[in-house]
């Protein structure tokens, strides 16, 4: 079974540009999320969907930040413009429920540097 | 304010030698505990899930503990082997729901 596919796995770009990265979650799982992870510290949760409904953005700078799943299957989330302080690996999870049971099945991340 | 605090931050151990790892949590209301180990450029991979209930659970030589009265877990790991170099990161289950909350990891280096 294919895992959580994530790509590009690194992108490096200038400060004020805009960037997306995308995820396509295991087949058949309807809950998607999206982690920000800073060097040396765990994931933290910027947006959570529930089939193609975004059902907790509560940690996501949506000044910058927007994110999209249509179709409740891929995923991408874009920033624009970029800052310096974006510079982290975005994880994207999926998982088949959203019950504190189910299991989150992590991608490799996207290690994103912004100059 | 729901919090994961992991210590050490840091560990080196030779190969063969055990080693514990601690973990305290403030997170309320809890459903269940996580260890997850995140090799050097990949996501996170469950090695442990806990409930309220359960005081112990092993996953081949990883054996984590939970005590939640005192709101502390540990991760032991026996034998050591050089591919357990790795981040170890505790995850707290908030509420009745999948949101975790994630401690920022003990980076372990296995040294031959």
């Known amino acids: 079974e294919a895992g959580v596919v994530q790509s590009p796995r690194y992108k490096i770009i200038e400060k004020k540009q805009p960037v997306a990265f995308w995820c396509n979650p295991i087949s058949g799982h309807n809950t998607l999320y999206w982690y920000r992870q800073n060097l040396g510290q765990g994931p933290e949760l910027l947006i959570r969907?529930?089939?193609?409904?975004?059902?907790?953005d509560s940690q996501l700078p949506k000044d910058r930040f927007s994110a999209e799943r249509l179709k409740g299957v891929d995923s991408t989330l874009k920033i624009q413009p970029a800052e310096l302080g974006d510079s982290a690996v975005y994880l994207c999870a999926s998982s088949s429920g959203t019950s504190a049971g189910d299991e989150q099945y992590f991608g490799p991340g996207t290690r994103l540097t912004v100059t | 304010k729901n919090q994961v605090e992991q210590s050490p931050q840091s560990l080196i151990i030779l190969e063969g030698k055990n080693c514990t790892l601690q973990c305290n949590y403030t997170v309320s209301p809890f459903s269940n505990l996580r260890w997850y180990k995140q090799d050097t450029g990949r996501g996170p991979v469950s090695l442990t899930i806990m409930t309220f209930s359960e005081n112990t659970k092993s996953n081949g030589r990883y054996t984590a503990t939970l005590d939640a009265d005192t709101k502390q877990s540990s991760l032991h790991i026996t034998a050591s082997q050089l591919s357990d170099s790795a981040s170890y990161i505790c995850?707290?289950?908030?509420?009745?729901?999948?949101?975790?909350?994630f401690g920022a990891g003990t980076r372990l280096a296995v040294h031959p």
């Open positions: 995850v707290v289950s908030e509420g009745g729901y999948n949101k975790l909350i």
């Open positions: 969907y529930e089939n193609e409904e975004a059902v907790d």
